[in-house]
Antibody, heavy 119, light 110 residues
Framework: EVQLVESGGGLVQPGGSRRLSCAAS????????MGWVRQAPGKGLEWVAH????????YYVDSVKGRFTISRDNAKTSVYLQMNSLRADDTAVYYC????????????WGQGTLVTVSS | QSALTQPRSVSGSPGQSVTISCTGT?????????VSWYQQHPGKAPKFIIY???KRPSGVPDRFSGSKSGNTASLTISGLQAEDEADYYC??????????FGGGTKLTVL
């Protein structure tokens, strides 16, 4: 059974940084693209970033380019989201997800971790 | 990239069918068959229920079906059940290595 467990959320001041982690198990992690999707409180889903199996190809939504970095460690079967220069509108639950044979196939999701950006 | 357009809410009685539309452009829905749908119950993570516009992952009841015509994708839920009450989101590949979601539709089972 696929399991994805996010961690690292919490309260951050505007302009601050936070690193989210997603520990994966139950599938061959090194064969799978991975992604992050966020959901602001009471709002809809927003794609944040994808990363390929080897970690060399990374893609981002425009609003986080230059501030967020997605990475992975296949030995630790984990994917990360380094978030810098955080703003109030980055406040959201952040979910990691496995990406299937095409980009829009977000097959398995973690339970999410809440990041609140506030002073 | 603009969000896909979904109705904010739909409703139906148990046993009935409802259809949720998702309208995009030729740069996303109209340009690719990479449309997926997700079901989200309150306080829970989204669940993947349709991919490639019309296909169901294993384990998803055949009451859920998807279709696409031009720039619009649709999700139909037949034989509505109480547990179908949830938020539903469409998602499409939007070219240039990007994904776009719809704003979400709240389904109420009357």
């Amino acid at each position: 059974e696929v399991q994805l467990v996010e961690s690292g959320g919490g309260l951050v001041q505007p302009g601050g940084s936070r690193r989210l982690s997603c520990a994966a198990s139950g599938f061959t992690f090194s064969n799978s693209w991975m992604g992050w999707v966020r959901q602001a409180p009471g709002k809809g889903l927003e794609w944040v970033a994808h990363i390929d199996q080897g970690g060399s190809a990374r893609y981002y939504v425009d609003s986080v380019k230059g501030r967020f970095t997605i990475s992975r460690d296949n030995a630790k079967t984990s994917v990360y989201l380094q978030m810098n220069s955080l703003r109030a509108d980055d406040t959201a639950v952040y979910y990691c997800a496995t990406v299937g044979s095409n980009w829009s196939k977000l097959e398995s999701w973690g339970q999410g971790t809440l990041v609140t950006v506030s002073s | 990239q603009s969000a896909l357009t979904q109705p904010r809410s739909v409703s139906g009685s148990p046993g009935q069918s409802v259809t949720i539309s998702c309208t995009g452009t030729s740069s996303d829905i109209g340009g690719y068959n990479f449309v997926s749908w997700y079901q989200q119950h309150p306080g829970k993570a989204p669940k993947f229920i349709i991919y490639d516009a019309t296909k169901r992952p294993s384990g998803v009841p055949d009451r859920f079906s998807g279709s696409k015509s031009g720039n619009t994708a649709s999700l139909t839920i037949s034989g509505l059940q109480a547990e179908d009450e949830a938020d539903y989101y469409c998602c499409s590949f939007a070219g240039s290595y990007s994904l776009v979601f719809g704003g979400g539709t709240k389904l109420t089972v009357l």
